[in-house]
């Protein structure tokens, strides 16, 4: 996306590879120190350095999927929004028609592609050593070997299927995220083409009614972020919020640091037993005040603390232009192959370097039962040490992905959109022929 006259908004390409980056980190935390996920290891310790806020955000991924969310909202309302603007809604209803035609394409081939590679990998056996290892995290997530072919490839077809009917999917389960993202995006829109032919401002208010919906209804990572992400690209392309930012740089700049604060502070919010630590039991106690029953804290605060975030960067542009880098912006081309093959890798090469590769003879336990010998984690030095190596590793396959897996997608999606599309010349005459 150009920067044009609704400003920066390559920004959010940068905030999409945080997110992917954040979700791997998360996912090493989940696998082999979970306890990282609490305010304090117990209630009364000293809380380790990961586990103090702002510092906790980059092991505590939540926020990861839900920017993801937010981003959806964004990419798909904004061009829909500026063709509105500009009083061309025909090219906008256009624009939308061919993107959400592209969507499902763009989204289930590469999906598929990664869960056929994971496939192989699990009919290979390079998950045997996954499967040994003493991470519970790791042995779930990683699928066991099928004896014969012809089952092996029913059960792929069947995980491949219901990835995109039950977000669930044994050979990747990250791939859960993606049927709510792929419905957020029809949702969006659908929400487009409502409010195609109506006031901006008042868009803006149904966009922010839709936000309240799923604030009522607590869905927080993904329901409440796709109409945050439409307000925002409504916001940004609105001539009195750009005047206001143009007009008073000063009151903005501190605006954006207490909106990122705030963000930030809420986006800490710890997994579990908030209450042992008075800073979490601060938030807790906000929280019970404001959300409705039943709510899932933890969520939420990643959800409430990414609305604030995305405010405080809408009203910088300085946030915008860090955002913009060309490093982050490299980390959000990688991101979707990221997502896509990280989980595999875990289970594979990042399990080898900590474990190597053979495993070791079942043994017989107390009640004569042969039961699997697990492989000791060598600690969490052993895990940094080797990221060093995995990480570069990640980023560079995923390179490749994107090189020579993602241009073919994106080649299949361009063949099947052009066959299947209504040109002009084929539209038929509104009134019938004499």
């Known amino acids: ?40 290891s117990s209630e009364d ?15 505590q991924g939540r926020i990861g999927v839900t920017i993801f969310a937010f981003v959806t909202g964004y990419v798909c309302a904004l061009k829909p929004i500026k063709l509105c603007r500009q009083g061309n809604q025909e090219a906008a209803l256009a ?12 989204l289930v081939l590469p999906a598929a592609a990664a869960t056929a590679v994971s496939w192989v990998m699990a009919e290979m056996g390079l998950y045997a050593v996954a499967k040994h290892q003493d ?27 219901t990835t995109w009917t039950r977000s669930t999917n044994e050979y990747d389960n990250n791939q859960w995220t993606l049927l709510p993202l792929l419905k957020g995006s029809i949702w ?20 922010f009614g839709l936000w309240v919906y799923f604030y009522c209804a607590s869905d927080s990572a993904f329901g409440m972020q796709f109409f945050w992400g439409t307000l925002i690209a409504d916001m940004q392309n609105h001539p009195p ?42 938030l807790l106690d906000i929280m019970k005040a404001i959300l409705p029953d039943n709510p899932d804290f933890p969520r939420f605060g990643s959800g409430i603390g990414l609305e604030f975030i995305a405010l405080g960067i809408l009203l910088s ?48 336990n107390d009640q004569g039962e042969m039961v699997i010998t697990r492989l000791k984690y060598p600690g969490n030095i052993t895990l940094i ?19 020579y897996v993602d241009p073919w997608c994106d080649r299949m999606t361009n063949r099947l959109v052009e066959y299947v599309r209504l040109e002009a010349t084929e539209k038929p005459s509104i009134l019938p022929a004499r």
């Not at 989940?30 to 609490?38: S, T, V």
């Not at 624009?95 to 763009?106: D, F, N």
């Not at 409502?194 to 149904?206: V, W």
Request: aromatic share 14%.
């Open 241 to 282: 919020t750009t005047q206001i930012i143009a007009d008073r740089p000063r009151l903005c700049r501190v605006l954006s640091f207490m909106l990122v604060f705030i963000g930030l502070t809420f986006a800490s919010f710890p997994e579990g037993h908030a209450e042992w630590m008075t800073w979490s039991r601060i």
């Open 135 to 161: 991470s519970w995290w790791i042995d779930v997530q990683s699928s066991r070997r099928i004896a014969y072919l012809g089952e092996a490839f029913r059960n792929l077809v069947y995980n491949i299927v």
């Open 1 to 40: 996306m150009a920067i044009g006259r609704e400003g920066n908004v390559k920004w959010v390409d940068g905030l999409r590879g945080i997110a992917s980056a954040l979700v791997v980190l998360t996912h090493l935390a989940r696998a082999w120190d979970g306890e990282l996920f609490g305010s304090t």
């Open 95 to 106: 624009s939308i028609s061919k993107s959400a035609l592209r969507r499902i394409p763009r």
């Open 188 to 207: 969006v829109y659908a929400f487009m083409v409502a409010t195609a032919y109506i006031k901006p401002r008042f868009r803006m208010l149904a966009s």
């Open 317 to 364: 542009p300085w946030l915008q232009r860090v955002l913009s880098s060309r490093y982050l912006l490299f980390l959000g081309r990688m991101s979707f192959a990221v997502y896509l093959l990280h989980g595999p890798l875990m289970k594979s090469t990042l399990v080898w370097m900590l474990y190597g590769v053979q495993v070791l003879p079942d043994h017989e």
């Open 45 to 59: 310790a000293p809380p380790r350095l990961l586990q103090l806020p702002y510092l906790r955000i980059l092991i």
């Open 385 to 403: 040490a080797w990221q060093l190596v995995w990480l570069p590793m990640v980023y560079g396959i995923a390179h490749l992905w994107m090189a």
